[in-house]
């Protein structure tokens, strides 16, 4: 069996948030469950780091219909790779932008909890950071700049 193996990673900076990312041997782009975690605001400093909360929210009949809207079944299942042994549950990176579209769809749709609204607010601020990236490097490749 073929372990999914991470060949570079780095950091992606956002304002004053930094997401560990990866690229996998396949050219996958990832992040790892704990970043995206990290980047919607689900987690303290002093909670565990499984992982489990992102399945929590993700697993909400409340946010359900906006979260899976058009969706395959599996898109959100996590992606088990590695760095050297160090085993990581990594998502497709564009996975955190649909979760982030999924809470702002919900969150014009439906009452939200104080919580689920404190993490929709952070999907507003992380699309917003997506977008202003996302200029610069449309930018680049059609100029060539980052060559």
């Given at each position: 069996?073929?372990?999914?193996?991470?060949?570079?990673?780095g950091?992606?900076?956002?304002?004053?948030?930094?997401?560990?990312?990866?690229?996998?041997?396949?050219?996958?782009?990832?992040?790892?469950?704990?970043?995206?975690?990290?980047?919607?605001?689900?987690?303290?400093?002093?909670?565990?780091?499984?992982?489990?909360?992102?399945?929590?929210?993700?697993?909400?009949?409340?946010?359900?219909?906006?979260?899976?809207?058009?969706?395959?079944?599996?898109?959100?299942d996590?992606?088990?790779?590695?760095?050297?042994?160090?085993?990581?549950?990594?998502?497709?990176?564009?996975?955190?932008?649909?979760?982030?579209?999924?809470?702002?769809?919900?969150?014009?749709?439906?009452?939200?909890?104080?919580?689920?609204?404190?993490?929709?607010?952070?999907?507003?601020?992380?699309?917003?950071?997506?977008?202003?990236?996302?200029?610069?490097?449309?930018?680049?490749?059609?100029?060539?700049?980052?060559?």
């Amino acid at each position: 069996m073929s372990k999914n193996k991470i060949i570079h990673e780095g950091e992606i900076t956002l304002g004053k948030m930094v997401i560990p990312c990866y690229v996998l041997e396949d050219g996958t782009r990832i992040l790892s469950g704990n970043a995206m975690q990290n980047a919607l605001k689900l987690q303290d400093e002093s909670d565990n780091k499984s992982g489990t909360r992102l399945a929590r929210y993700l697993n909400q009949k409340s946010l359900e219909p906006f979260i899976y809207k058009g969706k395959e079944i599996g898109h959100f299942d996590p992606i088990i790779c590695y760095r050297g042994e160090q085993k990581i549950n990594g998502f497709e990176a564009t996975v955190l932008a649909d979760i982030c579209d999924g809470f702002l769809e919900a969150r014009k749709n439906i009452k939200l909890s104080p919580r689920q609204s404190i993490i929709a607010d952070q999907c507003e601020i992380l699309i917003r950071g997506f977008a202003r990236v996302g200029i610069i490097a449309l930018i680049d490749e059609a100029t060539g700049y980052q060559y």
